[in-house]
């Protein structure tokens, strides 16, 4: 029953997220042995201002 | 000092929002033996774009 | 699809998660009409030295 | 590589936000002893009627 | 800066736990473009009594 | 209410824990302007073999 949370930038198309979730629940059932539909994958989009590496917004840098 | 946090497809009513979080506030007191003040409770409004089952986004079925 | 992540103080017994888990599934599948198989929940034990309230953890409280 | 996740309310200003993860990112490489480049801070703004304490919803207070 | 958190059962290798992160972060950047540096992921173990579908702990099925 | 959850490698003492929820209690009360006893802050303290940045576990660096 994995579940994974996925946190990543604002921008990404629709195509990339399909290809996303496909690509990493085929290789986290091959890896684990698990049935695809055991896995969940939840997206988060993050703005950039809401994201800070180093003490520094990214949408300041 | 339970905390939880519930993720959902998106399109749930603020009726339906109120009912459930008292809901599962009253019962988690009373299996826990606990004060409601200790209890929070965090609401996500998930896309069905950003969920995926068996490698699939909600949105694609 | 609602997934939930409850956190809450080690020490519960296996007798209150399994009750637990139960009410709040209950309810949930009650007020957001949807089915108990759809419904995830994890419970995460925390100690004591790992959850603070107005800065000071519990474990010295 | 701490990690932090912040969940507040919405409204604070892009100018709170970036005081805020400046002196957070400072004080816990201060008391841990690490680079300021390995501390990611991710917010989360919440909406009042997605936070519920005592079984209520914010936004009914 | 992808960051993914992946719940899943106690249990697995060491071994599988390095395949599985080789190849979530080698398709992560094949998909989205980005450098294998940027990509954090955290693995958390769940034990089945921490973890319930339907109502009902796995250590109980 | 803000909320936090801080990831960092295990190994930690409980004085550095001590003094890290202090301060950053301290810096979020006088940057967002609220009570102490608002802010809650939960530690996990994370293994190196469940950390992976650039496609490696920590515990293989």
Not at 32 to 52: F, H, K, Q
Request: net charge negative.
């Amino acid at each position: 029953m994995p579940t994974m949370h996925i946190e990543l930038f604002s921008g990404r198309t629709k195509e990339q997220k399909r290809e996303l979730v496909a690509a990493l629940t085929r290789e986290t059932c091959r890896v684990l042995g698990c049935e695809p539909a055991s896995v969940d994958i939840l997206l988060t989009d993050v703005e950039r201002e809401n994201w800070a590496t180093g003490g520094k917004l990214w949408s300041e840098a």
